[in-house]
């Protein structure tokens, strides 16, 4: 028994070498600190199961499994200590009296939850109850194995307590339900009748039971190992900011002509390679997709599965793009599908960050000349470079705006030099361009002037980046972060104000991972000091905290019904979901009506990842889809706090009988400071 145990763990051992060897190539080191942190996620994820339950039904089946067979191991090496160390050594057991009780009753729920689970998971692939699920044989396999062993064990410790006098008392349908069945039928036989079947049966069970431990490796089980690992290793930064990490060399890049990002398979992280092997092909990321709900032909599961099987290939020279025999081709129209909505790395139980890797090819893509980008993306990105708009309008058209807002709010609202502001307030390209939405930024400034803040917008503002950081261009975005941050460090602010979700998560998590990029070059040291200070803010997250310290009282009855639309780069990424309800339920007469998808299962309106400026003209548009659930409330506003989302809704209101609304623009209305447009929005 033993030389057969210490034969698998060295398979397994040696199966976990290969796993570093194939993290580690190319000499990358596995960051294993802050050990605090590894500890925390080792408890919560691992062992608590903490994103595995959050999807009740195929939860309860894994935890089943999972805390059945923790336990089935955990007895099977009390049982072994007991009979092979201290019985021989000490001649005492130690599983005796209400002791071995306890050990029985939770050794036959244990047995049990495993037969269930396995079961349950068995007719949930075969009926396909969850959508998508891979249906490999090995998987069945494996779940029957579970349901023999466990079955097996059950007759082998009736038998065993048949043949044992000393133990047979304890044998009863108060603490040995199963095992009493098996008891009362072997009672009724002699040893020598029972050790005929006894024997067998224990070498059956004993090596199926090992088979099963070696084929960890080879089966949908390295998932144990693997996922382990992975959340034990999780990225330490907030989501948002794990999901587009930083090229710190990109200007030895630059100069020497190297590719940014991934382009080949070799030029992935050890934690994106963990990443692959840890996936389990449960498809939650794919059923969370909104591009895949859409027609749309990506699936964060098989971009991640194929990189797998290309990393299990060796393939580490090939293109991930690259028409090539095997199993490695990501289509570019996979990964420029996605939205970089987050679902995928939300739903994901394992800690996969799907989008960061979409996002690294996007930028291989870009950065090696790849005529696969979309043309429309190309011309976006064109336009930030030409215009600093990604639309392309005439800088002189904010400009004139800008005028238009001195004339209504004072001079004063023109940020100076020689000021100090509470909030400079970027206004963003979306809400400076677009004549429908400007009514946001003015009824947010009208709301902060009247709870006594000071505030001022730019004369002066070019894109911040986003788009172009999540079509890929990596080089573009620094450029214009330096030159953002340039323009920011000349006032004197207390915090940026900033009403785009999107831009709100450029200025708080995407300039700060270059921190260390900018610090390293004398030229921009002062920026990264400048950076490292910089507070932002979302405006929900000012309006709410206004409403509830009574700076701002909404007094005028509104008598609408309101669905509210959760930004994916607000809510999900960053978490803020109560700021923007709380600023509608102060409203009196106004009743939020939630939509199915909300918070951080909300469905993403199709303007994130750069699609805003570029679409993929394929299945249904994700803003249909998501207009259709929000009318499905009864309500007829919308209310939205981002600007792409706002636009997003606009192009499908007239279909719905909607009308779309920012938060600040409802405030105005009840607030009744006077001014700042009135807000209608239809269309």
Known sequence: MYITATVVVIVLLYSLYEGYRRWTRGGE????????????NLVKYALLQWKVVRHRFPGTMHLLIFAGMGWLFLATLLRALESDFTLPLLHKRFLVGGTFEVYKLLSNLAGLSVIVGSTIAIIRRALRLTPNLPQDKTYYAVHIGFIVIVLTGFLLDGMAAAATPSRAASESPAWDPVGYLVFKWASQK????????????????????QLMLALIPYTNLWHIAAST???TLARPEPPVAAAFKPVEDIDERIEEEKPIGVVKLADTTWKQRMDFDACTSCMRCTNACPAA?????????????????????????????????GRLRIDPEEVFSCVTCGACVNECPVLINHVETIVDIRRGLISSGSEEVPEDAQNALYNIMQQGNPFGFNPADREEWIQSLAEKFGDDIIASEDEEYDYLYWIGCVTSYDPRIRPVAENVIKLLKSAGLKVAVLPEESCCGEPARRIGEET???????????????????????????????FKHDYKRYINYLRSNE???????????????????????LVREGKIKPTKEVSQVVTYHDPCYLGRWNGVYEEPRLVIRSIPGLRLAEMPRNRDRSFCCGGGGGHMFFEIKRGQRLATLRAKEAASTGA???????????????????????EVKDIAELLGESADTGGGGDGSTRG
């Open 29 to 40: 080191k596995v960051q294993w600190r802050p050990y605090s942190l590894r500890a925390r």
């Open 190 to 209: 002699t040893v020598d009748q029972l050790e005929l079947i006894y024997r067998p049966l224990w070498l059956f069970h004993f090596f199926l039971a």
């Open 229 to 231: 690992l992975n959340v």
């Open 293 to 325: 709900a859409s027609g749309k032909i990506l699936s964060p599961q098989k971009i991640i599965v194929k990189l797998r099987d290309a990393m299990y290939d060796g393939k580490w020279d090939a293109e991930v793009t690259g028409e090539e025999m």
């Open 476 to 506: 573009l975005f620094v450029e214009m972060m330096k030159q953002n941050l340039e323009m920011l460090s000349q006032y004197k602010f207390k915090k940026l104000l900033v009403n785009c979700p999107h831009g709100y998560t450029v």
């Open 523 to 545: 030229e921009t040291r002062e920026l990264a000091d400048f950076l490292e200070k910089l507070e932002v803010e979302h405006h929900s997250q000012v309006l709410a905290r």
């Open 636 to 658: 007829k506003v919308v209310a939205v706090a981002c600007p792409m989302c706002n636009t997003m809704f606009r192009a499908e209101a007239d279909d719905f009988n909607l």
